[in-house]
């Protein structure tokens, strides 16, 4: 009867020790998502204009001590230009692409990976992204077309939850 005991004991531990491990656990991190940077008005892929040149570079600056260690972009000269300044100014770090329109599957990845990451998206795309991580509270609406100003702030935590803030370039010193 003792060993049967123990036997029992072990088997209900190691399922608890399973159902544990199998939890809404998750690495602890940070994701920053921005619509990429203002672009020319001519062509089907444009380039960044001046300002949106000056805007990536600012962004490279904001999140130069944010221990970013994944980058991802749509597969646009806008988006990967966004990008290019802070890629250039953290060593190893390079730019994956992800599908614009596969938002669940760059969510998991996003959820996956371990450390700091940036995402680079559109004004009617960003918003699909972002809103996976809103728990509580009113989901995030489609950027406008000259809104090009926000850093959305998602912050995950060991215990599965998230929270999303959406700041403003301009609040980052």
Same mark, same amino acid.
């Given at each position: 009867?003792?060993?049967?005991?123990?036997?029992?004991?072990?088997?209900?531990?190691?399922?608890?020790?399973?159902?544990?491990?199998?939890?809404?656990?998750?690495?602890?991190?940070?994701?920053?998502?921005?619509?990429?940077?203002e672009?020319?008005?001519?062509?089907?892929?444009?380039?960044?204009?001046?300002?949106?040149?000056?805007?990536?570079?600012?962004?490279?600056e904001?999140?130069?001590?944010?221990?970013?260690?994944?980058?991802?972009?749509?597969?646009?000269?806008?988006?990967?230009?966004?990008?290019?300044?802070?890629?250039?100014?953290?060593?190893?770090l390079?730019?994956?692409?992800?599908?614009v329109?596969?938002?669940?599957?760059?969510?998991?990845?996003?959820?996956?990976?371990?450390?700091?990451?940036?995402?680079?998206?559109?004004?009617?795309?960003?918003?699909?992204?972002?809103?996976?991580?809103?728990?509580?509270?009113?989901?995030?609406?489609?950027?406008?077309?000259? &809104?090009?100003?926000?850093?959305?702030?998602?912050t995950? &935590?060991?215990?599965?939850?998230?929270?999303?803030?959406?700041? &403003?370039?301009?609040?980052?010193?």
């Amino acid at each position: 009867m003792k060993k049967q005991f123990g036997f029992y004991t072990a088997i209900v531990f190691l399922a608890v020790l399973l159902l544990w491990s199998c939890g809404a656990k998750q690495e602890p991190k940070t994701i920053y998502v921005v619509r990429h940077a203002e672009k020319l008005l001519t062509g089907d892929d444009p380039y960044l204009s001046v300002a949106g040149t000056v805007r990536s570079k600012k962004l490279a600056e904001i999140l130069s001590d944010k221990q970013i260690e994944h980058v991802f972009s749509t597969d646009f000269i806008r988006t990967r230009a966004t990008a290019q300044p802070l890629i250039e100014k953290i060593p190893g770090l390079t730019l994956e692409i992800y599908e614009v329109r596969k938002h669940d599957d760059l969510v998991k990845e996003l959820r996956k990976r371990k450390g700091n990451m940036l995402v680079v998206g559109h004004s009617n795309t960003i918003h699909h992204v972002v809103n996976y991580f809103v728990q509580e509270g009113e989901q995030y609406p489609e950027l406008e077309d000259l &809104e090009y100003g926000y850093i959305f702030e998602i912050t995950l &935590e060991k215990d599965g939850s998230s929270s999303v803030a959406r700041r &403003e370039y301009r609040e980052f010193n």
